[in-house]
T-cell receptor, first 111, second 115 residues
Framework: LAKTTQPISMDSYEGQEVNITCSHN???????ITWYQQFPSQGPRFIIQ???TKVTNEVASLFIPADRKSSTLSLPRVSLSDTAVYYC????????????FGTGTRLTVIP | NAGVTQTPKFQVLKTGQSMTLQCAQD?????MSWYRQDPGMGLRLIHY???????DQGEVPNGYNVSRSTTEDFPLRLLSAAPSQTSVYFC??????????????FGEGSRLTVL
């Protein structure tokens, strides 16, 4: 089962691009990589998911190298409302029905 | 659209009491799961289910029971509450059988305090 490692916290100024990296050395062949955002007193919310290379949606990009042992969530031009905890989740491959979140990265956006 | 609904939102128990946290989803999702969230520990999987009648243990199952008699409901039971079970509990569901491919939809959480 793939476990994940992320930085505990990061600070960034408004308007900057933020990159959060997650390590998952034991990722299985069929596992997906998913990122979630969580605000205080709320449940996590899906941001983006990928399997390999690069995925982009309206709020973020996800970069996955060829060996898939890490991934990087990229948030362009962050605003104060992006202050939250970001979780990397690896799993979902065939036969892997249990999913493990890491401890998350607390991103603080500074005015 | 209700999505994933958890009740109660807040609960205070005394050590040794039992209770059930309710979780219901209206999206016809096969996969449902329960997580607990403690400060500095992230989310830890308690139990999960890939369909009615099928449940399995996650990372921290001790002290909790689950059942899945219908697709919609996935209650979490604490048989004899302990202070170590003080936490925020989240229920989640997904349309994908394995839960990992695709989006997990989370409830708003249930904050439990055991005295």
């Amino acid at each position: 089962l793939a476990k994940t490692t992320q930085p505990i916290s990061m600070d960034s100024y408004e308007g900057q691009e933020v990159n959060i990296t997650c390590s998952h050395n034991n990722i299985a062949t069929n596992d997906y990589i998913t990122w979630y955002q969580q605000f205080p007193s709320q449940g996590p919310r899906f941001i983006i998911q990928g399997y390999k290379t690069k995925v982009t949606n309206e709020v973020a990009s996800l970069f996955i190298p060829a060996d898939r042992k890490s991934s990087t969530l990229s948030l362009p031009r962050v605003s104060l409302s992006d202050t939250a905890v970001y979780y990397c989740l690896v799993g979902g491959g065939a036969g892997a029905n249990n999913l493990f979140f890491g401890t998350g990265t607390r991103l603080t956006v500074i005015p | 659209n209700a999505g994933v609904t958890q009740t109660p939102k807040f609960q205070v128990l005394k050590t040794g009491q039992s209770m059930t946290l309710q979780c219901a989803q209206d999206m016809n999702h096969e996969y449902m799961s329960w997580y607990r969230q403690d400060p500095g520990m992230g989310l830890r999987l308690i139990h999960y289910s890939v369909g009615a009648g099928i449940t399995d243990q996650g990372e921290v199952p001790n002290g909790y029971n689950v059942s899945r008699s219908t697709t919609e409901d996935f209650p979490l039971r604490l048989l004899s509450a302990a202070p170590s079970q003080t936490s925020v509990y989240f229920c989640a569901s997904s349309s994908y059988p394995t839960g990992g491919a695709g989006e997990l939809f989370f409830g708003e959480g249930s904050r439990l305090t055991v005295l």
